[in-house]
């Protein structure tokens, strides 16, 4: 159960709900330390929703013997496979806090993330956030390499390519509304801090501190950069509802932003 402490921080006004989004899917290798990095925040005032999307391996029970003592966490078991972007919408839709974050069930937070994101959008009034990250492998050490977060990302330098790790961003709910994953394959995340941007008027804020740790994975489909041209062009032939000579001068403009601009701000430790 939550200590005394705990619960009086969550009682403070000054202190808002957070909402975690964590889709789960065959993690039981990662979704022990996942979760805990959530439980080892410093900021008290979250809720973790968790949507099982009918994993075959042991994740949900680990899970369920995590958050047996918090309910702060919520768990949402579904009984057939449906993808990351329908656990993500409907983890979003049942989610009941001011702002909302993300994070995928194998990456890790730092211990002070929320609590540092959250004082960097309240002192710069901004209503989306993100911070810079590093890489670890499949085992938590440390790949020695940073993505460094811009300190402004206007709506513009989004639309050439995606700078929002997902794992490190957070968007003021009460603001911009609850916004939804597009059902498309890849670049969810994409579409998501692109219509943040979008919907608040104004650049995302970039908080340059490591506070989370993305986790590359032997199996994941974005270690192969050479699949992932298609669905860098159907972001915009088909989410953003481009013609394909548009979608194919924007994809060029993406490939020149990440080839020659966006290794600026990638670094090796």
């Not at 009460?174 to 597009?182: E, V």
């Not at 298609?230 to 989410?239: A, H, L, S």
Request: glycine share 4%; hydrophobic share 35%; proline share 3%.
């Amino acid at each position: 159960m939550l200590s005394k402490e705990t619960k009086e921080h969550i009682n403070d006004e000054s202190s808002p709900l957070i909402s975690i989004i964590t889709p789960l899917y065959n993690a039981e290798s990662f979704i022990t330390e996942t979760v805990q990095s959530v439980l080892n925040q410093s900021y008290k005032n979250w809720e973790q929703i968790i949507v099982n999307d009918a994993s075959t391996d042991a994740s949900l029970s680990r899970v369920k013997a995590l958050v047996q003592n918090d309910d702060r966490i919520r768990i949402e078991d579904l009984t057939s496979n449906k993808g990351a972007a329908f656990c993500r919408n409907l983890a979003t839709n049942m989610a009941k806090g001011t702002y909302i974050a993300f994070l995928d069930s194998d990456d890790l937070w730092h211990p002070e993330k929320l609590e540092k994101q959250l004082a960097f959008m309240k002192r710069n009034q901004c209503d989306v956030s993100y911070t810079s990250y590093l890489h670890i492998d499949e085992s938590g050490n440390n790949l020695n390499k940073r993505i460094v977060a811009l300190p402004e990302l206007p709506f513009k330098k989004q639309h050439r390519n995606n700078y929002i790790g997902n794992l490190t961003g957070m968007y003021n709910v009460a603001k911009l509304g609850k916004i939804a994953s597009p059902d498309i394959r890849k670049r969810q995340d994409w579409a998501v801090w692109l219509e943040a941007i979008k919907r608040s008027g104004k650049p995302a804020m970039g908080l340059q501190q490591d506070l989370s740790y993305y986790r590359v994975r032997q199996d994941s489909m974005s270690s192969n950069k050479t699949k992932l041209v298609k669905y860098n062009y159907g972001f915009y032939r088909d989410y953003l509802g481009y013609s394909t000579i548009k979608s194919g001068w924007n994809l060029i403009k993406f490939f020149y932003e990440y080839f020659f601009v966006r290794p600026r701000y990638i670094q090796k430790l």
